[in-house]
């Protein structure tokens, strides 16, 4: 068990308490600057991206005492950093009131900026055990290598999407990939301030050593991208993707369905009152796509480009042509992902020809 209690401080438990109102999140305008209350003495952080697809990421700060845990730590860029200081000032802190950063996976918005507090302050970062082999791999690396979702494009019949995706990198850093101080194992519980506890669960699926975080007493949910209220997380993308990440995240998303219901404090958007509701929603899409996929499929063995090609894509139901590239990329290896599950399970056939292409058939 991880103990990071510290005496409570009365005038700011009374200052935090007057800021707990269950207030009603606009998806619209959820990634607007702010410390915003979500459950009592907890509040979502958005932070800026370089990218903007996403349109920011969200930090948590639970608030008890005189210090501050914060639920994943945003993407190392300045701007991020002066907003969440700005973010945390509004409720009376500073970075330096940080002592925990409780990271759900290893992904740079979600890790680096951790880092480079923690370089500052002397901050502890804490992450999934089953993300050692990605962020170990990452932090000896002593220059800039190719994703290997550029190779899995490749194969995947889609090497024009695959040189996108080698523009579209960002420069490597290897100094934000530092080792955490703790590595959080499954089933782990973590105590913060005025006895607080955190249930640890491993969700691999997005990555292998992704995890969620579980307030059983407030009835909330730090899911990070295991669970995203309006989009499907890309599954695998990560340093060393699991053999079958789909299937990994589906038995992911059947343990949270076992759990209590909580409220849903997610990575990406605003936060909404039923994990539940929004993981019945994840299961049935990917019941939906696997059997869409096979659709396509017939004796005369085509790539996952070619499958995704003939599917639509996003609410709207567009089609892939209709995406920009990086989406068109995402969409080509989900839709590897979904047929490489079938092709687990026995029903379609998964074939590696000379040229180096994966090909699948009836």
């Known amino acids: 068990?991880?103990?990071?209690?510290?005496?409570?401080?009365?005038?700011?438990?009374?200052?935090?308490?007057?800021?707990?109102?269950?207030?009603?999140?606009?998806?619209?305008?959820?990634?607007?600057?702010?410390?915003?209350?979500?459950?009592?003495?907890?509040?979502?952080?958005?932070?800026?991206?370089?990218?903007?697809?996403?349109?920011?990421?969200?930090?948590?700060?639970?608030?008890?005492?005189?210090?501050?845990?914060?639920?994943?730590?945003?993407?190392?860029i300045a701007e991020a950093?002066?907003?969440?200081?700005?973010?945390?000032?509004?409720?009376?802190?500073?970075?330096?009131?940080?002592?925990?950063?409780?990271?759900?996976?290893?992904?740079?918005?979600?890790?680096?900026?951790?880092?480079?507090?923690?370089?500052k302050w002397g901050t502890r970062v804490s992450l999934g055990a089953a993300e050692r082999a990605s962020i170990s791999e990452l932090s000896v690396r002593t220059e800039w290598e190719a994703p290997r979702q550029?190779?899995?494009?490749?194969?995947?019949?889609?090497?024009?999407?695959?040189?996108?995706?080698?523009?579209?990198?960002?420069?490597?850093?290897?100094?934000?990939?530092?080792?955490?101080?703790?590595?959080?194992?499954?089933?782990?519980?973590?105590?913060?301030?005025?006895?607080?506890?955190?249930?640890?669960?491993?969700?691999?699926?997005?990555?292998?050593?992704?995890?969620?975080?579980?307030?059983?007493?407030?009835?909330?949910?730090?899911?990070?991208?295991?669970?995203?209220?309006?989009?499907?997380?890309?599954i695998g993308f990560e340093q060393i993707p699991a053999r079958l990440a789909l299937a990994d995240y589906l038995t992911s998303l059947a343990l949270l369905r076992q759990?209590?219901?909580a409220r849903l404090l997610p990575a990406h958007g605003s936060a909404s009152r039923h994990v539940h509701d929004r993981v019945d929603e994840l299961i049935e899409h990917h019941a939906q796509r696997l059997e869409a996929v096979t659709k396509p499929l017939a004796h005369d063995a085509i790539t996952a480009f070619e499958v995704a090609g003939q599917l639509t894509w996003t609410r709207r139901q567009r089609p892939l042509r209709d995406l920009d590239p990086v989406n068109q990329a995402l969409a080509t290896l989900e839709t590897a992902a979904h047929l490489d599950v079938l092709a687990e399970r026995g029903h379609v056939r998964r074939l590696e020809g000379p040229d180096r292409l994966v090909r699948y058939c009836l």
């Open 81 to 119: 950093e002066q907003q969440l200081a700005g973010s945390l000032a509004l409720l009376g802190f500073g970075l330096e009131h940080i002592t925990d950063v409780l990271v759900t996976h290893a992904h740079r918005d979600h890790y680096t900026l951790a880092v480079i507090i923690r370089r």
């Open 259 to 261: 759990l209590p219901d």
């Open 1 to 76: 068990m991880i103990d990071t209690r510290l005496p409570a401080g009365r005038a700011v438990r009374e200052c935090i308490a007057t800021m707990t109102e269950d207030h009603t999140e606009t998806p619209r305008d959820w990634d607007r600057p702010g410390a915003y209350p979500v459950a009592p003495g907890i509040f979502r952080i958005p932070l800026p991206m370089p990218h903007d697809g996403l349109r920011a990421v969200n930090v948590y700060a639970i608030v008890s005492g005189p210090r501050v845990v914060l639920i994943d730590g945003g993407w190392a």
């Open 150 to 234: 550029v190779a899995m494009l490749r194969q995947a019949g889609a090497s024009e999407l695959a040189e996108v995706m080698l523009a579209a990198e960002t420069p490597f850093d290897n100094s934000v990939w530092s080792l955490p101080d703790r590595w959080l194992a499954d089933g782990s519980r973590i105590m913060l301030p005025d006895q607080r506890e955190l249930g640890v669960l491993h969700t691999p699926g997005h990555t292998r050593g992704h995890v969620v975080f579980h307030d059983r007493e407030q009835g909330v949910l730090f899911a990070g991208d295991h669970v995203l209220p309006h989009i499907t997380p890309s």
